[in-house]
Structure formats: C-alpha cells, structure tokens
C-alpha cells in the first residue's frame, strides 16, 4: 500500500489509493477529531475519482452534515471488515444529519452520484484501508 504524507498544494491531508468494489480511488485521510471535524469544508470542487475517507478508532454509528460544505457529496459507511453497510446522498450546506444507522468505523465521501454511477452497492467492500497504526489514529 501506497500511504503518502505528504500534502500537496491541493491535498490538506495523506493520501493513499484504496480499492472501492474493483475502483481505484485516490482519498485524503482524515484520522483525528480535528481533521474528521473539517473534512471537505470550503472546497469549491474535488476530482472525479478522488474522495476523503474517515477513519475512527472504533466502530459506532456515524452522523454526518454538511453545515460548512459546499460540494454535493455520497458517503459510504463502511464496517471494520470492509463492507459497505449504507449509501447516502448528502446535500451542501446543511446541517441535516446523514446517519450510517449500522456500526462504522470508516466514512468514505465522493461527489455525489459516484457510487451509483460506478455500480457500488450496500454489501461490497473496500480494500485497502490504511491500518490504524499506519495513520496515527488515536
């Protein structure tokens, strides 16, 4: 696995490539409470195939919103084995709250309509995700 620590002018936080359902996808990682707290905020565009996963010490359910976030995004809870356990579109700037409803301990955002245009589904996995130890988190 490839975990780069490095933040480029456009990147604010690592980058890895992980595999979501056969799709590579470059994703920043957001590991602490402060960088999961800012997340894509004030971001006025993401690549196509780029996304921001979340990564938790634990597996509890998850709520989102998108108070500060101006970018219409999906999100993908994901269970600590890899599974995607539920889908959601989530609008900018918001404050409605997105809930896994299911234990997650992982979060992966995309622009909106990359799951369902990439034929991911609820049950698939993802690969690739960084080990707690790999990324610092708590």
């Given at each position: 696995m490839m975990l780069t620590l490095g933040c480029s002018a456009k990147k604010q936080f690592p980058t890895t490539t992980i595999d979501v359902?056969?799709?590579?996808?470059?994703?920043?990682?957001?590991?602490?409470?402060?960088?999961?707290?800012?997340?894509?905020?004030?971001?006025?565009?993401?690549?196509?195939?780029?996304?921001?996963?979340?990564?938790?010490?634990?597996?509890?359910?998850?709520?989102?919103?998108?108070?500060?976030t101006k970018l219409p995004l999906s999100i993908a809870f994901i269970d600590a084995s890899g599974e995607i356990v539920k889908i959601a579109d989530m609008q900018p700037l918001t404050t409605s709250s997105t809930k896994s409803i299911y234990p997650a301990k992982y979060a992966l955002e995309m622009n909106q309509g990359w799951f369902e245009q990439n034929g991911v589904e609820k049950g698939e996995r993802v690969v690739g995700i960084p080990a707690d130890a790999e990324v610092g988190v708590e």
């Open positions: 359902a056969g799709h590579p996808v470059l994703v920043e990682l957001a590991v602490n409470d402060k960088d999961r707290a800012r997340g894509l905020m004030h971001r006025p565009s993401m690549p196509k195939d780029d996304g921001m996963l979340f990564i938790y010490p634990d597996s509890a359910p998850r709520s989102f919103w998108m108070k500060d």
